[in-house]
């Protein structure tokens, strides 16, 4: 367990090492086998790491001291429990499969930034899967770290663009307003319980030390840093700018990395959680409003990846929806089947933006089934998942995470229930006007379509085929008995949190009902979506309340207008006032100084003995004096 | 002690000494003459010198065992001046060559270290 | 007051009188003059004390050898006229009063000590005969003792490289 436990991370960080170093010397063909080999080493190893797991054998496994000072110790310490192996498996399996899909899509890159592109996308791995594999807080704050650094150089990969660039910048600062509140809470963790291991703090007995207060604080803290890290209100801005890296990329941080870690911070910290009731509303709010807003802004949308950049927006709400409501399982849950199905729709719609000739915008296209047949089928796939169509993944982790909120309040499951149904709506909008109605391109983009290589096409079919089965390892409990399986082999990490929560029973039969409302409600919208944009796509700008959505809320203005403009104000006063004035003012008056009383001590020095001897006549007097004085 | 003619108190000759320092002193930041500071100079050791020898007659030589005490400071003196005459040989040889050069034995003029 | 008593206070007014003389001559050979009374006083003051070595030595070197140096000096450079521009007034004022601060201070700090309630033996001990010394000189200090002719040696060198140039 040891040795697999290390290799797991150490592989994607040997193949970032070498593409990394040697880029300039491996062809394109190498460095695609050690990117996506290593990366394929370590989920065979994850595989081998759940099976043991499964078996019953969590681990943690210390490897060296990193930090001793005083009572304070910080092992190099790895966890491995069910959670972890969940986590494992999406990151490398998704993970590899995008990074087969790489190889093709950035095939027309030189070399060299070929190469760079792969030691990112596994640094972006590696970092990832210390992110969830440390057994403390300072393990899982470096792959934090790590992740917001990759992000920030795979965004700006095309770094010759200045928007580009300036997209990456803007997710690292977002990352790291988060990473602040993150920081301050573990500093707060490390003072208050001297201890930053999982295994330590998260006990019933280590937590009683905490005063409510403190426990609050900490977890808003946390619950900051996920907001920044999981893209939520108020965090939310960078990840639609994100779209700006290439589309694997795009996948790889909505999918598989990243946007989870947030997810996972929680989840790994529920009984925490559990025991501040207020930051679990306060999360459950901040979710199912961010769910909403990036599901309406979805809506009119125009950019197929930002389209489904929103969409990642909202599914994560749902997800912070989860935890707030205390159903941790389904947010793990819903990671899961998100990480199926939206990996598989950005990378669909990276193939058809591979077919369009970088064309990114759904207006210009249309009637695109007749010519990419597989891309088409997955999309469809992925669509129908995403939406909560019954039998599709989606509909099952969906559905558990609607249950919770109804559990909790109604007034929780109808804003749920109407993200959802926009979900369905815009999704299917997207859809429709992709693939359906007439081409509305140019005629060599006609020309050009084509169906991708299989270094595309498989990775759409491997992720369309989890879209659609991924579900049934959470069969909910009113279908089928002890059907949830992911539910069993979770129950040790929740068993603490769900002694301590309080448990809402739904009865069978309003279960039955509430699913089969939002079933026929979201088969309705799939229907209506489908009509009306096969045949008429709205290829005008919007107006008036659609404008406002298409400008997505006006948030970035307001973002600008009321933290940027005064912070640039600001600098301006202390670069013209205070800096010219004061501290140059400190610095010039110092030299004037100096000088000024060099040149009154000159006489001292004046060159004539007898002046010296005088002086030294009165400090002889001065020191009796004043040893006369002393002695008083 | 205070026994008969043969003592006179030690304070008598430590305040004629610093009588003597001080007129050394004052010579030295009054005077322009560089052979005249010099001589200043001369006064001030010699001032010290009676200190030395004062003081080196303060134990009571009634005791046989301390018949010799007090001859180190009295040696100390006798190396004062041993000193003196070497400061005082290579000192007027300097104020020689000073007069050679700038023709004057006033200090005010050796306020430069060069020449 | 006996016969020690009467010759103290004599040498020391003849020796407070002859120092104030040579800092206030105009002329510089008066100044030497002076000196050299004042050398014979505090001689004087060595003969009280019983430092007969010491007294004569005082005559020898400092009044005989160094002061007719001094003249010599004097005498070659043709300095014995009262040539000597007054100094600023105002700093020998200063001077003056300085040097009076320090003897006040010097003779107020006296006051506390211990050391000015002992008396110093006159006219006996043994310590200033030649006798004793020569023995003391030429035992324990006969390092430092050569160490001086060293000393005189490099003068001698030093004051002819100099002289000459």
């Known amino acids: 367990m040891k040795i697999e436990l290390i290799l797991i991370p150490l592989l994607p960080l040997v193949g970032f090492l070498l593409n990394g170093l040697l880029r300039n010397y491996l062809s394109k063909g190498l460095v695609g086998i050690i990117g996506s080999g290593s990366i394929l080493g370590s989920f065979i190893l994850s595989v081998i790491v759940f099976m043991q797991i499964k078996a019953g054998n969590t681990a943690i496994v210390e490897y060296f001291n990193f930090i001793k000072a005083g009572s304070l110790h910080i092992p190099f310490a790895f966890q491995a429990d069910q959670l972890t192996s969940i986590f494992l498996l999406i990151i490398t399996g998704v993970g590899f499969l995008i990074h087969v899909y790489s190889t093709s899509y950035m095939h027309e890159e030189e070399p060299h ?19 969830v594999m440390g057994a403390n807080f300072v393990i899982m704050f470096i792959g934090w770290e790590g992740v917001g650094l990759c992000s920030y150089l795979l965004i700006g990969y095309w770094f010759k663009n200045k928007d580009y660039t300036k997209a990456a910048s803007k997710a690292f600062i977002m990352n790291r307003i988060g990473d602040l509140a993150f920081l301050i809470a573990l500093f707060m963790l490390i003072s208050k319980l001297g201890s930053v291991t999982f295994s330590e703090i998260f006990t019933t007995e280590a937590l009683a030390k905490l005063s409510g207060f403190d426990i ?29 890296g290439p589309t694997p990329v795009s996948a790889l941080i909505h999918a598989a990395t990243m946007v989870t870690a947030g997810i996972y911070m929680i989840a790994r910290s529920n009984l925490m959680y559990s025991m501040a009731p207020g930051t679990l509303n306060c999360i459950a709010i901040i979710g199912v409003a961010t769910a909403l807003l990036a599901a309406s802004i979805a809506l009119k949308q125009n950019d197929i990846k930002k389209v489904l950049a929103y969409s990642t927006v909202s599914q994560l709400g749902y997800m912070f929806l989860a935890l707030g409501t205390g159903a941790y399982v389904a947010a793990v849950f819903h990671v899961m089947t998100h990480a199926f199905f939206k990996a598989l729709l950005f990378l669909g719609s990276g193939s058809v933006i591979h077919a369009m000739g970088g064309e990114q915008d759904m207006r210009k296209m249309g009637g695109l089934s007749k010519y990419m047949k597989i891309t088409n089928i997955t999309f469809l796939l992925g669509c129908l998942a995403i939406a909560g169509i019954p039998g599709f993944s989606g509909f099952f982790s969906k559905d558990e995470i609607l249950a919770g909120a109804f559990a909790t309040s109604p007034v929780l499951y109808a804003l749920g229930l109407i993200g959802a149904l926009m979900t369905a709506f815009y999704m299917f909008r997207l859809y429709a006007t992709t693939f359906k109605g007439r081409f509305r391109g140019t005629h060599e983009q006609e020309h050009h379509l084509h169906e991708s290589p299989a ?40 068993a603490q949190s769900y002694a301590i929560l309080p448990t809402h029973e739904v009865s069978h039969s309003t279960e039955w009902m509430l699913t089969g409302i939002s079933s026929l409600l979201i088969i309705i919208m ?10 008429k796509p709205d290829i005008e700008d919007a107006k008036g309340f659609g404008k406002l959505l298409q400008d997505k809320w006006y948030v970035d203005e307001i973002y600008h207008s009321i933290i940027i403009k005064p912070l640039n104000a600001i600098s301006a006063f202390f670069n013209n006032v205070f800096e010219k004035n004061i501290i140059d003012g400190i610095v010039n008056g110092v030299g004037r100084l100096v000088n000024y009383g060099g040149r009154q001590l000159r006489w001292l020095q004046s ?13 002889v007097l001065l020191v009796f004096v004043l040893q006369f004085f002393m002695r008083k | 002690m205070g026994e008969s003619e043969g003592a006179m108190p030690i304070n008598y000759y430590i305040v004629l000494a610093l009588a003597l320092f001080t007129i050394g002193i004052v010579g030295v930041l009054t005077r322009r003459n560089a052979i005249i500071v010099f001589m200043c100079i001369e006064l001030m050791l010699n001032s010290v010198n009676l200190l030395l020898v004062a003081f080196s007659k303060m134990q009571p030589a009634k005791d046989a065992a301390l018949t010799v005490a007090g001859t180190d400071g009295q040696l100390f003196v006798f190396f004062i001046m041993v000193v003196a005459a070497a400061e005082v040989s290579v000192g007027l040889a300097i104020i020689v060559m000073m007069y050679r050069n700038i023709h004057s034995v006033d200090i005010n003029f050796l306020n430069r270290l060069k020449h | 007051m006996g016969i020690t008593q009467i010759l103290f206070w004599i040498l020391t ?23 050299v009374a004042a050398f014979f006083t505090i001689s004087g003051h060595y003969i009280l004390l019983n430092a007969q070595f010491l007294a004569i030595v005082n005559i020898i070197v400092y009044a005989g050898a160094i002061m007719v140096l001094f003249l010599f000096v004097i005498m070659l450079m043709n300095l014995n006229k009262s040539t000597e521009p007054l100094k600023n007034r105002w700093l020998q004022i200063v001077g003056i009063v300085s040097g009076g601060c320090l003897l006040l201070v010097l003779v107020a700090a006296l006051k506390n000590t211990e050391v000015s309630k002992n008396m110093a033996e006159m006219g006996t001990g ?40």
């Open chain 1, 526 to 535: 799939v229907v209506l979506a489908w009509t009306r944009f096969s045949k």
């Open chain 1, 113 to 131: 930034h070929f190469a760079r592109y792969f030691a990112y996308l596994n640094l972006f791995v590696f970092s990832m899967l210390l992110l």
């Open chain 1, 455 to 494: 270094a595309i096409t498989i990775p759409l079919i491997v992720l369309a085929i989890l879209s659609v089965i991924g579900g049934y390892i959470g069969i909910p409990e009113f279908l089928m008995h002890g059907a949830h399986s992911l539910k069993e082999f979770l129950q040790p990490v929740f």
């Open chain 3, 13 to 35: 007014v003849a020796a407070l009188f002859s120092a104030i003389m040579v800092i206030s001559s105009k002329n510089p050979v008066h100044s030497v003059l002076w000196l």
């Open chain 1, 607 to 619: 060159g004539q003995t007898g002046a010296y001897i005088l002086m030294m006549v009165v400090s």
């Open chain 1, 216 to 244: 609050t604080v900490i977890t808003t803290l946390l619950f900051v840093g996920a907001t920044g890290k999981s893209a939520q209100i108020p965090l939310y801005t960078w990840l639609p700018d994100a779209m700006a």
């Open chain 3, 126 to 165: 043994e310590a200033g005969l030649i006798k004793t010394l020569g023995r003391e000189l030429f035992t324990t200090f006969v390092v430092p003792f050569e160490i001086s002719s060293i000393l005189f040696l490099s003068a001698m060198v030093g004051a002819v490289v100099i002289g000459k140039k």
